[in-house]
């Protein structure tokens, strides 16, 4: 697994969704499948697009590139969606974050509305839901952004289009992204990425990336090459994934089961067998992908959003997908713990799940430790 940081040397145009409006909002991260967009442009015009190592990298997907989140006072993860804060003074240097994975849980096995928090403890407003990214620091972070204005060119005049004004929302330049590339056969020699010898990437190399390339947005620069043993901290690494299902256990202790986590790190494309995309991540979908039995979904926090996108080799639009969010969270029930639970655990965070995991989809975290660390004040152990 190889760790790249990579710098906006100017703005970058990101959208979320086809437009409809004249005000286009970009994303707050730079997507796997950008990234990979992007790279694979570069070595189409280095190696040829007929190329079997080509064809290998992209076509067979034995590179994964993940999603480049925010890299400003440590590394940015995606808030899980089971967090809710004060709805006037919100944050963890507000009034705090509380989640609501193991509350909810207890609710649902006792039946209890009691168990459930139902106002901020300082000053007894109401919760609301707390998204975006946040560090290990205890801190919410986003990237700077900025909107610009654009006027359509009419052809015939190579004039303003009359009536064709609009704002574009960018990603301000000099910020810093970190993501990872994954892949059997990946090398770093001499701040190079080398696939079987062909080199994939270079440090301090260029790359162009979202809308508006040929107006000079959507350049970056890769400024960091590393290898590691996972993007997570040291508490998250695969080695800690018995240290984190155990640590779940203790705090879990008064709901009087033994339970899971799986906590989407980015976006995830799942369908079930009649192709139809699913809403939520079920016992039903872990037993027939990992052989997971004697488990059951007891309680989600989960939102669908739609996936677009533009292949460039073809010149035309990527077809639309459904995904289930990154911060998406699930909490799963099992018979028992042993050494075949916890290495299907490890398998799920190490592979992934469902479709396009080469470019950035499925990542996820098992048992992470957010939920056991924003606790209610009044949780007991």
Not at 189 to 202: A, D, F, P, S, W
Request: with cysteine; glycine share 8%; proline share 4%.
């Amino acid at each position: 697994m190889i760790h790249i940081a990579v710098k906006a040397n100017s703005p970058l145009a990101l959208p979320s969704y086809h437009f409809v409006s004249n005000e286009i909002e970009t994303l707050d991260y730079i997507p796997g499948s950008a990234f990979r967009g992007a790279v694979a442009y570069k070595l189409g015009e280095e190696l040829g697009y007929d190329s079997p190592k080509f064809k290998e990298i992209f076509i067979n997907g034995k590179v994964k590139f993940g999603n480049l989140y925010l890299l400003r006072e440590g590394q940015a993860y995606p808030i899980p969606k089971s967090a809710k804060s004060c709805k006037y003074k919100d944050g963890f240097r507000g009034h705090g974050v509380i989640d609501f994975l193991l509350p909810t849980v207890k609710f649902m096995l006792a039946k209890d509305a009691s168990v459930l928090p139902v106002s901020c403890p300082i000053c007894e407003a109401p919760f609301d839901t707390f998204s975006g990214f946040y560090t290990k620091g205890g801190k919410r972070v986003e990237p700077t952004k900025r909107l610009i204005t654009r006027t359509s060119i009419d052809e015939r005049t190579l004039t303003a289009r009359e009536g064709f004004l609009y704002s574009m929302e960018v990603i301000e330049e000099d910020q810093e992204f970190y993501g990872i590339l994954d892949g059997d056969l990946l090398v770093i020699e001499n701040g190079e990425i080398k696939y079987e010898n062909t080199t994939i990437l270079r440090k301090r190399e260029t790359l162009w990336v979202g809308l508006g390339k040929t107006r000079g947005l959507g350049n970056i620069k890769i400024t960091e090459i590393e290898n590691l043993e996972s993007i997570f901290p040291p508490e998250l690494v695969l080695s800690a994934v018995e240290k984190r299902f155990s640590k779940f256990q203790e705090k879990s202790s008064p709901l009087n089961i033994k339970g899971f986590s799986i906590t989407l790190y980015s976006d995830a494309i799942i369908m079930d067998k009649f192709m139809r995309y699913k809403s939520c991540i079920d016992e039903q979908y872990l037993r027939e992908e990992f052989d997971l039995d004697n488990v059951k979904l007891i309680c989600a926090f989960n939102s669908m959003r739609a996936i677009l996108g533009w292949n460039t080799a073809w010149g035309l639009p990527k077809e639309k997908e459904l995904a289930i969010e990154k911060g998406s969270t699930f909490f799963f029930s099992c018979a028992a713990e042993g050494k075949n639970l916890i290495g299907t655990l490890e398998r799920i965070e190490t592979e992934g799940i469902g479709l396009r995991r080469e470019e950035g989809f499925g990542r996820v975290f098992v048992c992470d430790p957010f939920h056991i660390e924003n606790l209610p004040q009044d949780w007991e152990v």
